[in-house]
């Protein structure tokens, strides 16, 4: 039986009875609420990642040049390296800086793709800066499947813009990240205001 609750009554009523409602499928009701978040299955089941360690073996990064910036969700290109949003994001505005040649470790860079790579990511600071108003960042590498790397064979930075109070009870207690923005206007957001030469 579902309970319906009264849109006139107390807020604390309202998320009472909401959290008595019985969920189909869901088990015994209990009282937490649910968020089904399924389209995250295809990052748990490791859906898109490489089939092996190799260019020509279904590495996305690798496979995101050749698409259109919006269906790659490029925001920038440049000569060795491009800028990409993350597909699974840990915030709003969470891109990447991944040299088009397939090279797992920092250090097999040659000089042009280490400067680029540098460059790019100032790039998106300022960009993101300038779109979002990120007052801070996590910049950075994971090298290796034992560093966290979910792609570990093709080199990628992670730049994650944050705000005073983005970590609220929504990562803490339920594990789940609210994502105001869909990632196809972020990219145009930030392609707009990526800074040009």
């Known amino acids: 039986m579902s309970v319906e609750p009264d849109s006139a009554a107390a807020p604390e009523a309202r998320w009472d009875a909401a959290a ?3 969920q189909r499928g869901a ?6 609420q649910r968020l089904w978040t399924p389209h ?3 990052y748990i089941k490791g859906e898109n990642k490489p089939t092996g360690t190799g260019p020509g073996e279904g590495c996305p990064f690798c496979e995101i040049p050749g698409m259109s910036d919006e269906d790659g969700l490029v925001v920038a290109r440049g000569e060795a390296v491009y800028a990409v949003l993350n597909l ?3 915030n709003s505005g969470h891109l990447m800086v991944v040299p088009y040649r397939h090279v797992a470790d920092y250090a097999d860079l040659d000089a042009a793709e280490t400067g680029e790579l540098a460059e790019l990511t100032k790039r998106a600071l ?3 800066r300038k779109a979002s108003g990120a007052q801070g960042f996590n910049v ?3 090298l290796g499947g034992v560093a966290g790397a979910g792609i570990a064979a093709h080199l990628h930075q992670h730049v994650v813009p944050r705000w005073g109070g983005d970590t609220n009870f929504m990562p803490v207690v339920g594990r789940t990240k ?3 923005q869909l990632l196809r206007d972020t990219r145009q957001l930030l392609a707009d205001a990526w800074p040009q030469d």
């Open 20 to 22: 008595q409602e019985e």
């Open 27 to 32: 088990g015994v009701p209990d009282s937490f």
């Open 40 to 42: 995250r299955m295809a």
């Open 88 to 90: 699974y994001p840990y």
């Open 126 to 128: 300022l960009a993101l």
């Open 140 to 142: 950075g590498m994971n």
């Open 178 to 180: 609210v994502l105001p």
